[in-house]
Every structure is written in structure tokens, then in C-alpha cells.
């Protein structure tokens, strides 16, 4: 590596580091001299009602009620802020997020704090799911000034929307102090202001600039994130790193991929300890299903309690890999336990999904879950107890306390062998559980959040052959296609009977990637002209024809300063992973090149990041395992009732590079892979072809398995 190469990589952390120190020296400087010499505040404007009343969001309307004369994200607000020269005031949250509860009570309902924010401030209220382009431009900054960051987040903008402060959860003592400096600090010093602002802008601008350096896009690329994800790896509660621990669905994904093509077995332990690990723990729900968000320790054991819907899409079907990898009956059941979770938790009556539960209940975090030994043993009689104590966490009497109580996260402390003999006393909790005050359901659906959603049912489908999954899938997808996709543009967020805010990348691809799911698990060929279509839809939109990759959002959506392109994993896996992964899917089905060739300039875009920080792109390194491999084209024609045994063999399997389609004899299509593929002997027929070249035709399972499982392999 040359030493101007050393350079350019330096460049961003001395840029972030910049960043740092002038907000961090602005905040003291401000906080310790002009705190003192407040200004009389200016209360010469009229009274500015909350404007929040009239919005759809649950978290929004959560702080509809507050003194703080809140605006929604638009027009109105920017206008004010220009028109009164004043700073804004940047709040952003979720229906579902503890701290944003906690400063609420402390802050938002407060008239001291109220009074003050409305006499110097314009301030703004974000949902950060109805609008995570916002949340992410803005995340990025307090990020790079605070070195972390979360929810709620507040920041401190310009009229021009540009952040000059930043941070998360504030305590109210604090929070005025901040308030009354930073406004102080906007009319004394506003050139020093300014200067903030331009600097922050560059850094913003800065996140768009990919990698000038060409890689060779070959296996060593995966080899090298295998050897990082392995010194990542925790030896002794599984999982990576330490605490707090989020799932590492995509992680574990990769691994799985990297098993499959290298033979690694360590890989393979890896996975299958690490769900054991999670599924015994306490961030999972062992009696009413589901997952908490994540671990605040490192052993699983104690979790933060809210419940997402897209931890729920990903960790299912990270259970329904681990379970075709291992045939584990352990993963199928928990799998089972996430996917019913969902049908009966958080689903409409239309078949959408729903967002997410709240951790609170009566004002606390976690007390719908949390369980005192007295009161299990009330519910249980002697033998039951006696049994449940061996099989879960209540021996030591504890695992959690707060406010003096005793309190116990239910984990599973025998082998996972030893669960369904739990299971009617499991019932018997859970029927008791039922009683109490339940958590908060945000009951808006999200488009990406129910993309992924109803591919994992679809997946479900696929391996376990339980058909009320594929009819949750469907309907889901119809729910989408029939209020979500309308006038040829495709909405975020549904509730209360309406569609708003512009699809995101996010929406896009997670929506494409179900949809194929569906279409591989009916072989509906409306659903895979409906994820042709969005893709279309998607590449005029969001395409970078200059850099190559994705733009999270339309051109001027939401009128943001800074178009944003990102390629990092978070919580959910990058949108640009799973489009590179959708547009490969999309040749093999039509091979049209373009979609290969466009995958690869994502690759080539994201350049020697993949290699140098390969565990923050594992959705992009899945993808580029398809993309490497000799990626399978399965064609079957034949009557479905000789089809039927091959369609469950191969959907049954861990083949994660493939497309697979399907058509009766004599029936139409327009998908290229199906054209002039005809019976033998009018009998089924498979054809497993790469890159459209094909091998020779067979209707013997046996044979088929033995072609759709040859692969490129390599040695790690």
C-alpha cells in the first residue's frame, strides 16, 4: 500500500475527529460562559399550536399533547425557521423507544422546557421509521460529534437544515442548559455558527465518495471476512463481540454461504451455537414467541424488551437456514415460535404487518415480561414449578432487579431437547402473562419492513411446507401492491387508511426480495413481473449512474441538504446488499445482463471497504457469494403432480444461489428462463443451466440434487 493511499484513508477519521472537538469545545464554551449571561427570550411571536394532531404516526401523535409547539417535517417548519431566524430544533424517535418516553415525561411535557424551546426554536418531531432518510442524514452527524449514537436524537439545525449540535437523550436540567446556551450562541455568535455548519456540510458530502481503488473481485474477498469474522467471534457466549449484543443475522448468513461453497465446519459451529445461544437466552420470548431487540449483556440473558418487526423477518429466517444447514428440530420450533409470534401479535386484518411492541408497560421497561419467583410459583403448583425450575432460570432465584425487586427474565437453562416437555407449563405462564397491562403496538405498516416480512414467510413456506405461511405471504404482498403501490410509485408507510411519504431504497429492495421469495414459493408469475417492475421503477429513481450504487432517496425528497448512498449494514441488512443480491436473482431469471452488470458496479463501488472492513458489509458479501459462485438457472415444466416431490426437494435444501421457475405443460410465459424448455415424454423435466447454458435435461431427483449442488468451491 502506497503511502498517499494511507492518506486518503486517514483523511475521514481526522475530519470526524474535527468535527468532534469544535462541537465538543462549542458545547463547553457556550454551557460554561454564555449560560450566565442569558438573553431575555423573544416573545414577541404568536402563540404556535402543536401541529402533530392531524398526523398519521403513532409516535408523532404520542407528543400531540405536548406544550412544545411541534411541526411535522415540511414546508411549514422551514418556512418558520427562515422567516424567524431561528435555529431548529430536531427531535427524532419511534412510537416504541424507552428513552423517548423517558424524555418526554421529563422534557416535552414539562413548561419550563416547553417555554423555552418555543421562544427560540422552530422545533421539528420525526418518525424515524416514516422517514429514515432524514434519520439517517442526521445520525451520521451525531455520530461523527458524539462518537454513538440512538434514539431519541436531537440536533440543532440551521434554517438551511444543516446540524451545528447534536446528541441523543438529553435529562431536563441538562437539556435547558443546552437549550438556553445554543440559543444564546445563535444570536451572539452566528459567524462562528456558520462556520460549524459548512464544515459539517463538507463531512456530510464527504459520505458519498467511493472507493478510487480497483479489487479483483474474487473468493479471497470472502476468505478474508471469514478470517475476520472469526477473531470477531465470542468463544463463550457466542454471537460476536461483546455486549450490548445485536442478532448478527447477516453475519451468521454469510458464514452459512462461506460453509457451503469452502466445507468450513468451524463456520458451521458457529452458527449453530450462536442461534442455540440466542434461543436459550433471555431475548427470546419462550412464552409468547418473538424476539427482543437485543442483549444488553453479552450471554443473551437480559434483553431491551421492545419487539421489532424486522428482527423478527431476519431472525426467522435465520432459524430456517440454520435449520436446513443442521436439521436441528431445536431451530425449526423456534422458527415456528417467531413466524406465529407475528401471525397472531402483529398482523392486521388484511394481512399487513405491523411495526413493533414497546418495551414499556405502566411506565416501566420490561414489567409485561418480568416475572418475581413468589408470583410463578402462585401460578404453577408444586411439581410444575419443581419441573419449570429445572428446565429455565428461576433456581438462583434472580437474574433481574430494579427498584429493590427480585425479578427474573425467563431463560432456558437445560438442553433445548428438554423445551416441549415445558411446553403446558410455558401455556399456563403465558395465560397469566396475558392479564397484565400489554405493551404498545405501533400499528402502522412499513413497506420495506413488510418486504422482508413476507419473504420470510415465503421461506417458511418453502422449507417447512406449512401453507398458512404462504397465505400470510400473499396477503401480505397483495395488501402492499393494492395500497401501497399506487400511480406507479410506491409509498412507505400505511395507517389509519392512509399511504404516505416516498418508498426509500429500503422500500424498493426488501419489497423485490419477498416478492421473488413469493414468486419461488407459488411460482405466481404476477409476483415476478411485479418485482421487474419495481426494479425498473427502482434504478430510474435511486440509480448513480456516475459512481454506480443506490441512493437512499429520491432526488429532493424530503428536502434534504445532502443526497445520502450508504452500503453499511445497521440493524437491518443495507439496501444496496440486498439489491445487488435482487438484480442478480433478476438475471438469472431473464438474463438480461444489465442486471449483472449493474451488481458489479456495486461491488466495484464499494471497492477495498469489502475487503478492509468486510463484518460492516455482510449483506453485500452474501451477495457477492451469488455473484462468485456458478449461480444456479432451475427451470421445471411438467403436471404438478410429478413436479410437486421435485419443487419440495429443492425448496427444502440450503441452495442460496439459485432462481427457481416453474410452468405446467403447454402453459404461457414471458420469463426467458422457462421459454423453449419443454417435457420429455411429457413427464417432468429440470433443466439446470448457468448462465443460460444448460445441462442435459433430466427428470431423476437424485440426478438434480447432484446438479444443483455443484458449486465453486474454494479453500479458506
Same mark, same amino acid.
Request: with cysteine; glycine share 6%; proline share 4%.
Given at each position: ?63 400531540? %399533547? ?61 418518525? *424515524?421509521?416514516? !422517514? ?56 451572539? /455568535? ?7 455548519? /459548512? ?88 412464552? @409468547? ?40 428440530? $431445536?431451530?425449526?420450533?423456534?422458527? *415456528? ?13 388484511? @394481512? ?90 405501533? %400499528? ?111 432526488? @429532493? ?19 444496496? @446488499? ?48 451469488? $455473484? ?42 414471458? !420469463? ?28 431423476? !431427483? ?15
Amino acid at each position: 500500500m502506497t503511502s498517499s493511499k494511507k492518506i486518503k484513508k486517514i483523511k475521514p477519521i481526522l475530519f470526524c475527529q474535527v468535527i468532534v472537538l469544535i462541537a465538543v469545545s462549542f458545547y463547553f464554551f457556550y454551557g460554561t460562559h454564555l449560560a450566565r449571561h442569558a438573553l431575555a427570550s423573544d416573545n414577541s411571536q404568536p402563540l404556535k399550536l402543536n401541529r402533530l394532531k392531524k398526523e398519521k404516526s403513532p409516535y408523532l401523535l404520542q407528543h400531540a %399533547d405536548n406544550p412544545v409547539h411541534w411541526y411535522p417535517w415540511g414546508e411549514e417548519a422551514f418556512e418558520a425557521a427562515k422567516s424567524q431566524n431561528k435555529p431548529i430544533f430536531l427531535s427524532i424517535g419511534y412510537s416504541t423507544c424507552h428513552w423517548c418516553h423517558v424524555m418526554e415525561r421529563e422534557s416535552f411535557e414539562n413548561e419550563e422546557v416547553a417555554a423555552l424551546l418555543n421562544a427560540n426554536f422552530i422545533c421539528i418531531k420525526v418518525d *424515524r421509521e416514516e !422517514l429514515p432518510d432524514v434519520d439517517q442524514m442526521y445520525m451520521d452527524v451525531i455520530q461523527a460529534m458524539t462518537g454513538s449514537g440512538g434514539w431519541p436524537m436531537t440536533a440543532i439545525l440551521d434554517p438551511q437544515k444543516i446540524p451545528f449540535f447534536g446528541g441523543t437523550y438529553f435529562p431536563k436540567d441538562e437539556l435547558l442548559e443546552v437549550l438556553q446556551s445554543l440559543s444564546d450562541a445563535w444570536k451572539l /455568535q452566528p459567524e462562528r455558527i456558520k462556520l460549524i455548519g /459548512q464544515k459539517v456540510k463538507n463531512f456530510l458530502e464527504s459520505r458519498n465518495q467511493l472507493s478510487v481503488d480497483s479489487i479483483v473481485l474474487n473468493e479471497s474477498i470472502l476468505k478474508n471476512a471469514h478470517k475476520k469474522l472469526l477473531s470477531l467471534y465470542d468463544q463463550l457466549h457466542s454471537g460476536f463481540g461483546t455486549a450490548p449484543k445485536f442478532p448478527p443475522t447477516m453475519k451468521l448468513a454469510l458464514l452459512a454461504r462461506i460453509a457451503r461453497r469452502s466445507g468450513d465446519t468451524t463456520s458451521k459451529k458457529i452458527i449453530e451455537k450462536t442461534l442455540e445461544a440466542m434461543a436459550r437466552g433471555g431475548i427470546y420470548d419462550h412464552l @409468547g414467541g418473538g424476539f427482543h431487540r437485543y442483549s444488553t449483556d453479552r450471554q443473551w440473558m437480559i434483553p431491551h424488551f421492545e419487539k421489532m418487526l424486522y428482527d423478527q423477518a431476519a431472525l426467522s429466517k435465520s432459524y430456517l437456514e440454520g435449520f436446513q444447514i443442521t436439521n436441528n428440530p $431445536f431451530f425449526e420450533q423456534v422458527a *415456528r415460535g417467531i413466524l406465529d409470534y407475528v401471525l397472531k401479535n402483529m398482523t392486521g386484518p388484511n @394481512g399487513e404487518f405491523y411495526s413493533a411492541e414497546d418495551a414499556d408497560t405502566e411506565g416501566e421497561e420490561g414489567t409485561f415480561y418480568l416475572w418475581l419467583k413468589d408470583e410463578v410459583k402462585l401460578v404453577l403448583n408444586k411439581n410444575e414449578f419443581k419441573k419449570f425450575k429445572t428446565y429455565y432460570s428461576f433456581s438462583s432465584g434472580s437474574n433481574y432487579e430494579f427498584k429493590e425487586k427480585k425479578l427474573n427474565v425467563i431463560h432456558l437453562t437445560n438442553t433445548p431437547n428438554s423445551r416441549p416437555y415445558a411446553i403446558p407449563i410455558l401455556e399456563k405462564l403465558f395465560r397469566h402473562r396475558a392479564k397484565r397491562e400489554k405493551p404498545f403496538k405501533d %400499528d402502522k405498516t412499513i413497506t420495506a419492513w413488510n418486504g422482508l416480512m413476507l419473504g420470510s414467510f415465503a421461506k417458511a413456506f418453502q422449507v417447512l411446507g406449512d401453507d398458512k405461511y404462504l397465505k400470510a405471504a400473499k396477503k401480505s404482498a397483495l395488501f402492499l401492491k393494492e395500497n401501497l403501490d399506487k400511480n406507479n410509485s410506491l409509498l412507505r408507510r400505511f395507517r389509519a387508511g392512509s399511504a404516505e411519504h416516498s418508498g426509500t431504497l429500503d422500500d424498493y429492495a426488501y419489497l423485490i426480495s419477498g416478492v421473488i421469495d413469493l414468486y419461488e414459493s407459488d411460482f405466481d408469475s404476477n409476483w415476478i413481473q411485479w418485482a421487474i417492475e419495481l426494479q425498473k421503477r427502482q434504478d430510474n429513481l435511486l440509480w448513480d449512474k456516475e459512481s454506480g450504487g443506490y441512493y437512499f432517496a429520491e432526488e @429532493g425528497a424530503h428536502a434534504l441538504p445532502v443526497r445520502k448512498k450508504e452500503f453499511m449494514d445497521n440493524a437491518r441488512p443495507n439496501s444496496n @446488499g440486498i439489491s445487488a443480491l435482487n438484480l442478480l436473482r433478476l438475471y438469472n431469471a431473464t438474463l438480461d445482463v444489465e442486471y449483472k452488470n449493474k451488481a458489479k458496479k456495486i461491488f466495484e463501488a464499494i471497492g477495498e471497504k469489502l475487503i478492509n472492513f468486510p463484518q460492516a458489509y455482510a449483506q453485500l458479501l452474501i451477495a457477492f457469494d451469488f $455473484f462468485s459462485d456458478s449461480s444456479k438457472q432451475i427451470a421445471i415444466v411438467g403436471p404438478l403432480k410429478t413436479a410437486d416431490p421435485i419443487l419440495k426437494a429443492l425448496k427444502s435444501k440450503f441452495l442460496p444461489n439459485k432462481i427457481i421457475a416453474y410452468r405446467k405443460p403447454n402453459e404461457p410465459t414471458s !420469463l426467458p428462463i422457462l421459454k423453449d424448455k419443454i417435457t420429455t415424454e411429457g413427464k417432468t423435466t429440470v433443466y439446470v443451466c448457468e448462465e443460460n447454458r444448460c445441462k442435459f435435461p433430466t427428470g431423476d !431427483l437424485k440426478k438434480i440434487l447432484e446438479l444443483v449442488n455443484e458449486k465453486k468451491a474454494y479453500k479458506l
